[in-house]
């Protein structure tokens, strides 16, 4: 975030950004490597091994493909605070789950009635996520979705969409409404097949609300294990 006098610039920290761009080069330096494996072993005669190395590399195109969207995605992130209005640069891959479509443009503050922002769960494979969404609601109706805060409830929790939220709240003396909890259908790990509720979907009560956090408190732990076992194994071999 800078600020020079009345102006406030936001950008997605410098932290991510470059983790999401070095995470997806080593992923397709790996998937290459992996294919370049699976070729000469299907040259060498061995078709069965072949086929498991390159359905483990077209795993690993696979995931080149979600981290460059979500590296385009906190590269071309950014919203300048005007004194009175918003020039937005939102790329179309600032969310997993909804599908807003890219927004570039200057947007008259006087045309936007509040702030609202939704917790949202997502169950698959026995597992949950939780994100909140932050969407800017127009005079006309629309909205428009800024971005969402995701691994809520876990070590991996991002908060930085909320925090802009708020300062976009703050200078604008815009009103913040939480719309509760609501769940979307997560598909396959929230990256096939998910899909978000509607925004005019009703909230979840207490017990639903309280049951998910617990799932996903409880996924969040699982993939902090995880990580930390992959850790562990790299540092011994």
């Known amino acids: 975030m800078t600020n020079a006098e009345d102006t406030l610039i936001l950008r997605m920290p410098a932290a991510r950004r470059w983790s999401a761009a070095i995470g997806t080069l080593i992923l397709l330096i790996l998937g290459l490597f992996m294919a370049a494996v699976a070729l000469a072993v299907v040259i060498a005669g061995e078709r069965a091994l072949s086929l498991f190395i390159g359905f483990i590399a077209a795993l690993i195109f696979f995931l080149v493909q979600v981290t460059g969207r979500e590296w385009r995605a906190l590269w071309g992130w950014k919203i300048v605070v005007e004194p009175d209005v918003l ?61 969402e805060d995701r691994g809520l409830g876990s070590g991996m929790a991002t908060t930085f969409i909320g925090e802009c939220a708020s300062l976009i709240s703050e200078r604008y003396g815009l009103p913040l409404r939480d719309l509760g909890m609501a769940e979307g259908r997560g598909g396959v790990l929230s990256l096939v097949g998910a899909a978000a509720p509607a925004w005019d979907a009703p909230a979840l009560d207490d017990d639903a609300r309280v049951r998910l956090w617990r799932r996903a408190s409880a996924t969040g732990r699982l993939v902090g294990a995880v990580v930390l076992i992959v850790l562990i194994l790299q540092a011994v071999f």
């Open 87 to 147: 020039n937005l640069k939102l790329p179309a891959a600032r969310s997993l789950t909804h599908r807003p479509g890219s927004f570039h443009g200057r947007l008259p503050v006087a045309s936007v009635v509040g702030i609202d922002h939704r917790l949202e769960a997502y169950r698959s494979l026995g597992m949950a996520n939780m994100q909140r969404s932050f969407t800017l609601r127009l005079r006309d109706g629309r909205r428009i979705l800024l971005g």
